[in-house]
């Protein structure tokens, strides 16, 4: 299940991303990782739009574009951070609305 998310786009904003790389340092937090690109990979491979997130303890509260509220644990190795690397998501929310720029960008970071 690779990305399959929507990429082409006559969005002038979307192809202006889709030309530059973004990194991001694979070792950094996954709460840091989804502060910065704010993109959620859910289980059933939809992206949702991150709207807020915050830390509590151990674990992390998001808010989606689509009025979910996540609440997962920080794990070091977690799903969500393995998915975000790899890129996995069948297809973007239609709630959340996620501009096509922002998934432009997503496709174009690279965690290294
Ligand atoms: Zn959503």
Same mark, same amino acid.
């Given at each position: 299940?690779?990305?399959?998310?929507?990429?082409?786009?006559?969005?002038?904003?979307?192809?202006? %991303?889709?030309? &530059?790389? $973004?990194?991001?340092?694979?070792? !950094?937090?996954?709460?840091?990782?989804?502060? @910065?690109?704010?993109?959620?990979?859910?289980?059933?491979?939809?992206?949702?739009?991150?709207?807020?997130?915050?830390?509590?303890?151990?674990?992390?509260?998001?808010?989606?574009?689509?009025? %979910?509220?996540? &609440?997962? $644990?920080?794990?070091?190795?977690? !799903?969500?951070?393995?998915?975000?690397?790899? @890129?996995?998501?069948?297809?973007?929310?239609?709630?959340?609305?996620?501009?096509?720029?922002?998934?432009?960008?997503?496709?174009?970071?690279?965690?290294?």
């Amino acid at each position: 299940m690779a990305l399959k998310v929507a990429m082409k786009t006559d969005d002038a904003a979307a192809k202006k %991303e889709q030309k &530059k790389m $973004r990194y991001i340092q694979k070792r !950094r937090p996954i709460f840091k990782i989804l502060e @910065k690109i704010k993109l959620w990979p859910s289980r059933s491979g939809i992206l949702h739009g991150i709207k807020t997130i915050v830390k509590e303890g151990n674990c992390m509260i998001m808010e989606t574009h689509c009025h %979910e509220v996540i &609440k997962v $644990r920080i794990s070091k190795n977690s !799903r969500a951070a393995r998915w975000l690397r790899n @890129k996995w998501a069948e297809r973007a929310c239609s709630g959340c609305r996620i501009p096509a720029w922002k998934i432009a960008k997503f496709a174009n970071t690279l965690f290294k």
